[in-house]
């Protein structure tokens, strides 16, 4: 992928989040505490735990549906992240040799069934959290986190990040297209001309940042970013956390699974 | 009313490496001037600019806007009666969408939060800006941008309004719409601009500024219709002024 594909990807993520559906018009803190409680469940399990984490799969699955989130985009972007996973867990089935199942002759070590969790977790996690932000957008989870408590210097590093990260690649790719243009024959395209754009970045940026505060100075910036104040809590944000809530407690300490299976088979039968 | 006076005496600023950028600036502007700054690059504009409210303190000599002299004490209390709109709109437009960019001012002079709403609603409606207000600055145009960067300035009700190069990166019809908007505004105005035509349109009187010093200062239809002083600081005559 070129580095201006990139960049309009990450711009995508940022457009799914202003749908209105109603997964998006839910608060965001009702959608943030979801979210962690969802990752805390997931994360709780034990580690060689596989069949009771696939029907946690349900909660993407409906929230891209009613969310209208194209799911193959977050399955891609899933995909773009998984060798953090896979490195973490790929040793295991070499160290972890013990024989945990039998599954029609063929013995299964406890090190494949962690690292199947492993993979299992991660997938969970991460598009739960691309989804949070895909139907709730950057900002809105950083307002959301600050309500709920968090420190408004961190929550105001964040908001920094989102609002410059697009104006500093912006920046970045017009001095990679300068490059492109002049070095003939792949001349110039080396590391150390490479270094040195790395370094004209960072002392633009830099001015920048000092024009920026200017700024923030100019309208009456006194070192905490004002917020105003939005709606209270809904009905339906309370219904959705609780129901959340609600499917989280059963999942987790029922064997769903297992009662899928023995429906499945019974109307089968 | 004098408290929408600037007044520059024997400004002087050397930047810390060394730089002069400003020598013995004098000039005063009284209430609801339009003042255009014009000059080469690098003749000092925006170090004047910057002075206006306290961003840079003049190493010697006094700035004095409306009845403050401009001090360190002083400074916060200026930049709520001088409004500065930036070059660059991205440099401006800091917050995550339109409507919280143009609050922040607002918010941050501890305005309740229906009086906020109301402001902030006036001002994007005075750059036809309203349809905008929960956008993220980064997907706008270059006019829509400066448009909301002039509204964030303006929700904070200046008394002064200060530019620099408010028409750079905008197509004809944007600037010619700027210009009907800074035409309409009352406040004091001040606009740094290379752009003659558009001083030409909007302010009675012009400086033109060389090497930190004030070469010029008088009526703009008289200074802009100066071919030679015009060329002697690198510019030329505005284009409705050039006969063909």
């Known amino acids: 992928m070129t580095f201006d594909e990139r960049y309009f990807a990450i711009g995508r993520l940022d457009r799914l989040s202003?749908?209105?559906t109603c997964v998006h018009r839910l608060d965001p803190r009702a959608k943030v505490l979801g979210a962690m409680l969802f990752l805390f469940t997931v994360v709780s399990f034990p580690k060689y735990e596989v069949v009771s984490l696939v029907p946690f799969f349900l909660f993407p699955a409906l929230l891209t549906a009613v969310g209208e989130i194209p799911p193959l985009f977050i399955l891609k972007k899933?995909?773009?992240?998984?060798?953090?996973?896979?490195?973490?867990?790929?040793?295991?089935?070499?160290?972890?040799?013990?024989?945990?199942?039998?599954?029609?002759?063929?013995?299964?070590?406890?090190?494949?069934?962690?690292f199947v969790s492993i993979l299992l977790k991660f997938a969970l996690t991460v598009s739960a959290a691309l989804l949070l932000i895909a139907t709730t957008s950057f900002p809105g989870v950083c307002h959301a986190l600050r309500r709920l408590g968090f420190p408004a210097l961190f929550i105001s590093q964040l908001l920094f990040l989102y609002r410059y990260l697009f104006v500093l690649m912006e920046e970045a790719m017009r001095i990679v297209r300068a490059r492109e243009m002049r070095s003939?024959?792949?001349?110039?395209?080396?590391?150390?001309?490479?270094?040195?754009?790395?370094?004209?970045?960072?002392?633009?940026?830099?001015?920048r940042a000092e024009r920026i505060y200017y700024a923030m100075l100019s309208r009456g910036f006194q070192g905490d970013i004002p917020e105003l104040r939005r709606s209270r809590l809904a009905a339906a944000d309370v219904v959705f956390l609780a129901a959340t809530a609600a499917f989280l407690v059963v999942f987790r300490y029922f064997r769903v699974a297992d009662w899928i299976g023995r429906l499945a088979q019974e109307l089968i039968l | 009313m004098s408290h929408h006076i600037v007044e520059f005496r024997d400004v002087s600023f050397r930047y810390p490496d060394g730089t002069q950028a400003l020598?013995?600036?004098?000039?005063?502007?009284?209430?609801?001037?339009?003042?255009?700054?014009?000059?080469a690059n690098g003749a000092g504009k925006s170090t004047l600019l910057q002075h206006m409210n306290g961003y840079l303190m003049p190493t010697a000599?006094?700035?004095?806007?409306?009845?403050?002299?401009?001090?360190?004490?002083?400074?916060?209390?200026?930049?709520?009666?001088?409004?500065?709109?930036?070059?660059?709109?991205?440099?401006?437009?800091?917050?995550?969408?339109?409507?919280?960019?143009?609050?922040?001012?607002?918010?941050?002079?501890?305005?309740?939060?229906a009086d906020v709403r109301e402001r902030v609603r006036e001002a994007l409606g005075m750059v036809n800006g309203?349809?905008?207000?929960?956008?993220?600055?980064?997907?706008?145009?270059a006019g829509q941008k400066s448009?909301?960067?002039?509204?964030?300035?303006?929700?904070?009700?200046?008394?002064?309004?200060?530019?620099?190069?408010?028409?750079?990166?905008?197509?004809?019809?944007s600037r010619r719409a700027l210009i009907g908007l800074l035409k309409g505004f009352r406040h004091s105005k001040i606009i740094a601009s290379h752009d003659l035509d558009l001083i030409l349109d909007v302010c009675g009187r012009c400086l033109v500024m060389r090497d930190g010093t004030v070469a010029a200062d008088g009526p703009a239809a008289e200074i802009l219709a100066n071919r030679e002083l015009l060329e002697e600081n690198n510019l030329e005559l505005p284009l409705s002024l050039q006969r063909r």
């Open chain 1, 18 to 20: 202003y749908g209105d």
């Open chain 1, 78 to 114: 899933v995909l773009i992240v998984s060798p953090f996973a896979v490195f973490i867990g790929v040793f295991n089935p070499f160290l972890d040799t013990g024989t945990a199942a039998v599954v029609a002759g063929i013995s299964i070590s406890a090190g494949w069934l962690s």
């Open chain 1, 184 to 207: 003939f024959g792949g001349r110039g395209a080396g590391m150390r001309v490479f270094a040195r754009l790395i370094g004209t970045l960072f002392i633009r940026t830099v001015d």
């Open chain 2, 23 to 39: 020598r013995e600036v004098n000039f005063r502007i009284v209430h609801g001037e339009a003042v255009g700054v014009v000059g």
């Open chain 2, 61 to 113: 000599g006094t700035v004095t806007i409306g009845d403050l002299p401009l001090t360190k004490k002083t400074r916060r209390e200026i930049r709520r009666k001088v409004g500065v709109v930036f070059q660059n709109p991205d440099d401006q437009l800091f917050m995550p969408t339109v409507f919280e960019d143009v609050a922040f001012g607002p918010l941050n002079l501890g305005m309740e939060e």
């Open chain 2, 130 to 141: 309203l349809e905008l207000k929960d956008k993220p600055p980064h997907h706008l145009s």
């Open chain 2, 147 to 173: 448009s909301v960067a002039i509204a964030a300035v303006m929700a904070m009700a200046p008394d002064i309004l200060a530019m620099d190069e408010p028409a750079a990166n905008l197509d004809p019809k």
